[in-house]
């Protein structure tokens, strides 16, 4: 190593590619963030189909790294993945089939034949921890369409590899597995065997995935002379098993010894909320709902609830916005708050959501993709008295409710809904009076979704995190934890977590607010 590299601070990276934002961050051995890049990738369009676009994500990772590294000696990388996402490779690591998104939807016969080939909904959610999801969410969905779409090429794979560790194999030319992804609503991790199930069996991919199971802090070994080369790197840089990304938010949690005793609310496109278990298994009413288990970084069950809750918000806010633009006297909280308009006080913010809720004539319901939540039976729409308007309707212009134009009245609905839809999601991780919630992401910007929650739950003090950028800071947890040959348990002392305990809604009548609810649930 040469005097100039001597020079260098030494620094870890983080490879964090969520479904929307693709990062790459860097911290030094404190776990202190010095940098964080971020990018947008649009999908390629393979056979009408929305694919990944590996070959321009992985020219920019280079070229990050190449960034980053002309600055700090990179020491260790570790990348972490949005889930749902597998790739067939040859023995180099190069895909033989495309790497579709995992919400394309292939139809009601697509999920028959699924299941007439892998076995009863009910079943597999026993042994695998994994409810029935609709599109491609379950992974092992993705690769049965891909047997199915492109037989040859998918027999020609060598191996069936999840995202992370895909990515590990592009960097160091090796394979292996970790649990967290394996273990992630995919039907492939048998909880009892502590292995694969017989549904990669069937499939005929049980050889082609990397065994056995590793930590997530495990090396997986160090970059290839050619991507040494491209990046400016050091063919000594250690790369980690890999993670997936909601176990990586939970992580710090689990590594400050937080025990069982609180649910992670973590908020972006998806909501997942997330609460550590001392032991697997379903109570006989949560077969066939939307709750499943994730396998923790340190290999235990973690009770989980998902839906589209960032996603929801974007669709509903950008049809309140085209509504507003028809109607520009309507007033928005956000935009007055802003200035933008007269001042919004407290006051009148609750006298605004105690009339929607005593009037209880207004609603909005889920799920914008219909099958991804808590209410798979659901289809996305407003209520207005006795007025339903499909999203679809309202999105195409040919109808919608009048409230949806007053974006302050709007905006207060689209966060009631919200709201309900993670204390269902709490319900079903098997949230106790006394537990703890605490709050990352989008919605920690979000006052009134808080206030609420803090209102509707009393016996559960509701916290808004400081984690900032917490996938990323997860999985450089790992990857500092992998360069001192260490657990990220000895590493707890290095950080805090530190939430502000978010106030119950002033002013807000409590028994309208429970009424309101049972409607909007009667209303699914």
């Keep these: 190593m040469d005097s100039k590299m001597d020079s260098k601070k030494k620094a870890i990276v983080v490879i964090d590619i969520g479904m929307t934002n693709k990062k790459v961050a860097m911290y030094d051995d404190q776990l202190k963030l010095l940098a964080i890049e971020k990018r947008e990738f649009a999908p390629l369009m393979v056979d009408g189909i929305e694919a990944h676009d590996l070959a321009g994500m992985e020219a920019w990772f280079f070229d990050e790294l190449k960034s980053f590294g002309a600055q700090f000696e990179i020491q260790a990388i570790a990348v ?20 579709f998104y995992y919400t394309y939807e292939p139809g009601p016969e697509f999920h028959k034949r699924f299941y007439d080939m892998a076995g009863k909904p009910e079943e597999l959610q026993a042994v695998t921890g994994t409810p029935n999801l609709s599109a491609m969410i379950n992974p092992s969905k993705g690769l049965f369409f891909l047997k199915e779409k492109y037989p040859r090429e998918f027999a020609s794979a060598s191996r069936v590899l ?114 550590p278990q001392k032991k697997f298994g379903f109570a006989p009413d949560e077969l066939g709902k939307v709750v499943f288990f994730n396998r923790s970084a340190y290999n235990e069950p973690v009770k989980t609830a998902i839906f589209l809750g960032g996603k929801e918000y974007e669709v509903w ?17 956000a935009s007055a708050a802003s200035g933008t308009n007269e001042s919004v006080t407290k006051e009148s913010e609750a006298a605004l959501y105690n009339s929607i809720l005593r009037e209880a004539s207004e609603f909005i319901l889920p799920e914008i993709v219909p099958g991804s939540g ?88 509701v916290y808004l995190t400081d984690m900032k950028e917490a996938t990323s800071f997860g999985a450089a947890l790992t990857a500092l934890a992998a360069l001192q040959g260490q657990t990220p348990s000895a590493l707890g002392d290095l950080f805090e977590i530190h939430g502000v305990q978010a106030e119950p809604f002033r002013g807000i ?16």
């Design 374 to 461: 808590q209410f798979p039976g659901s289809e996305a729409r407003a209520i207005e008295a006795t007025n339903v308007y499909t999203y679809d309707s309202i999105e195409k212009g040919k109808s919608a409710p009048k409230f949806l134009a007053n974006s302050a009245r709007a905006e207060a609905v689209l966060n009631l809904s919200l709201a309900f839809q993670t204390m269902v999601a709490l319900e079903r991780t098997g949230l106790k009076p006394g537990e703890r919630i605490y709050t990352e992401g989008g919605f920690r910007n979000n006052p009134a979704y808080n206030a609420l929650l803090a209102l509707a739950l009393p016996d559960n003090p």
């Design 317 to 333: 806010t950008d049809a309140i916005a085209k509504a507003r633009r028809a109607a520009p006297d309507a007033t928005s909280i």
């Design 162 to 275: 999840p995202f992370p560790q895909y990515w590990g194999m592009r960097l160091t030319g090796k394979a292996g597995v970790e649990g967290t992804y394996i273990g992630c609503h995919t039907y492939l991790y048998d909880w009892a065997k502590n292995s694969y199930s017989s549904v990669a069996d069937k499939l005929g991919i049980t050889k082609k995935l990397p065994f056995p199971l590793h930590e997530s802090w495990d090396v997986l070994g160090t970059l290839r002379p050619e991507v040494a080369e491209r990046t400016g790197l050091s063919t000594a840089t250690l790369v980690t098993m890999g993670i997936h990304d909601s176990n990586a938010s939970l992580l710090p949690y689990l590594s400050k010894g937080y025990g069982t005793e609180f649910v992670i609310n973590s908020t972006g496109t998806w909501c997942v909320l997330m609460h």
């Design 80 to 99: 972490c993945t949005h889930g749902a996402t597998f790739v067939c490779t040859d023995d180099a690591g190069n895909p033989v089939v495309p790497c």
């Design 509 to 524: 009548d409590r028994a309208a607010l429970e009424a309101y609810r049972k409607k909007w649930l009667l209303l699914i």
